[in-house]
C-alpha cells in the first residue's frame, strides 16, 4: 500500500511538472510516511484563529472546543518562547550561546537539547546528509542580499566541523574544534525547529482541551483532531515558485503532520543560476537535485521537516529508500 501510493503520486508529479513548465527530471515529490488513520467527529464549540509574524514567517493558530479567548495569546507566546531559544540570530538564544562559547560546555533549556538530539539522530540516518552542523554555511548565505558567497569563504565555512563535534548531554550542549583546530562549527536548527515548535504546540493545545486545531508556521502544518464540522482539515499545496496564493492540490489530515521543503522557498537568480537554501554541507553550495518540493506526511512535525529535507537533498532516486529505513526502524 505504501510503495503503490508513492508510484501513484509520482506519475501525478510528472503531470505537475508539465502543468507548471518544469522539466520531467524535476519531481514534485509526495510522500506519506504514515498513512492517515479514520477521522473522528470533532467536538463542537467555539473557534478562534489568528495570524501572526514568528519565526521569519507567518504563523497561524486555529483551534475549536471548549476554550478561552487568551488561550491563543498563549499559543502564540510559547511560540515566541521556543523561537527565543533556537534561533540562530537572536543573540542570547541558546542556539547563539551555544556557538559563541567556544566550545566550552553551555547549559541548556531541555528542549533544545531534544532538537539537537532530534537533528543529529536525522544526520545518523541519512548519512551526514542531514546536518545541524551547518550554520557557518547558512549563515554566509545571505538569500536577502542575494549574493553568491566567495568560493574561499565557502571552503572555510565547510571545514568548520561537522555533527561530529556537536555533544550533548542532559541539558548541556558544547561543540569541540575540528580536526586540524580552525574555526569550530555552528550549529542551525532551521531545518527541524519549526516541526519541533509546532509539535508543541500541539501538545500544549491538547493539555487545555481543544478539540481541533491546525498550527501553521510558514506552511508547515501539524492537525489536532479535526475541524469544527467535523470533517478533516484541509491544508493546500503551494505551487513551487508560483505566487502565494496558487496551489496545486489539497491534502486532507486528520491528527499528523503536513511538511514541505523546496528549492523554491527561499532562493535567487544569478548569471542565469538558481540558488537555493537548503545546502549541500559537502560542496556548501545549493544542493544539485531534482526534487523541486517534498511534501512529507506524518505522525510529527519533526518527522516531517527531517524526511521532507532529506528528500530534498537525496533525490527522488533515492528518497524512498531513506523513508523505507525510516519507517521500519520506528513502526
Not at 509574524?53 to 483551534?63: R, V
Not at 541548556?108 to 554555511?137: H, N, Y
Not at 464540522?229 to 486532507?252: Q, T, Y
Amino acid at each position: 500500500m505504501y510503495s503503490k501510493m508513492y508510484y501513484v503520486i509520482r506519475q501525478r508529479s510528472l503531470r505537475f511538472c508539465k502543468y507548471l513548465n518544469i522539466p520531467a527530471a524535476c519531481l514534485i515529490f509526495l510522500f506519506s510516511i504514515f498513512l492517515l488513520t479514520g477521522c473522528n467527529a470533532g467536538q463542537r464549540g467555539t473557534q478562534l484563529s489568528e495570524t501572526r509574524l514568528l519565526l521569519d514567517t507567518y504563523c497561524t493558530i486555529t483551534f475549536h472546543g471548549d476554550v478561552y479567548p487568551e488561550l491563543l495569546d498563549e499559543a502564540f507566546a510559547l511560540c515566541a518562547k521556543l523561537e527565543g531559544l533556537f534561533s540562530i540570530t537572536i543573540e542570547g538564544s541558546d542556539v547563539w550561546r551555544i556557538n559563541h562559547a567556544g566550545g566550552k560546555p553551555v547549559a541548556v533549556d531541555p528542549r533544545t537539547c531534544e532538537v539537537i538530539k532530534a537533528g543529529l539522530e536525522f544526520a545518523r540516518l541519512s548519512d551526514g546528509m542531514f546536518d545541524i552542523a551547518i550554520g557557518r554555511l547558512t549563515r554566509l548565505w545571505d538569500f536577502n542580499m542575494q549574493i553568491v558567497p566567495d568560493d574561499s569563504r565557502i571552503e572555510n565555512a565547510k571545514n568548520a566541523g561537522n555533527i561530529r563535534n556537536v555533544l550533548v548531554s542532559e541539558d548541556t550542549v558544547w561543540i569541540t574544534e575540528p580536526d586540524g583546530g580552525g574555526s569550530a562549527a555552528w550549529i542551525d536548527l532551521g531545518a527541524i525547529a519549526k516541526g519541533f515548535i509546532a509539535d508543541y504546540i500541539a501538545g500544549f493545545l491538547i493539555e487545555r482541551g481543544v478539540s481541533g486545531a491546525m498550527i501553521d508556521l510558514g506552511g508547515d502544518v501539524r492537525t489536532v483532531g479535526n475541524r469544527l464540522d467535523g470533517n478533516p482539515w484541509r491544508i493546500a499545496l503551494r505551487k513551487p515558485f508560483g505566487s502565494m496564493d496558487e496551489w496545486i492540490g489539497i491534502v486532507e489530515a486528520s491528527g499528523v503532520a503536513v511538511v514541505s521543503s523546496g528549492i523554491y522557498e527561499r532562493q535567487f537568480e544569478a548569471d542565469g543560476v538558481l540558488y537555493h537554501h537548503i545546502l549541500d554541507p559537502n560542496t556548501g553550495m545549493p544542493a544539485e537535485t531534482d526534487v523541486v518540493s517534498a511534501v512529507v506526511i506524518a505522525e510529527s512535525g519533526v518527522a516531517g521537516e527531517g524526511l521532507s529535507t532529506i528528500a530534498v537533498l537525496a533525490g527522488s532516486e533515492k528518497a524512498p529508500d531513506y523513508f523505507d529505513f525510516f519507517s521500519r526502524l520506528y513502526q
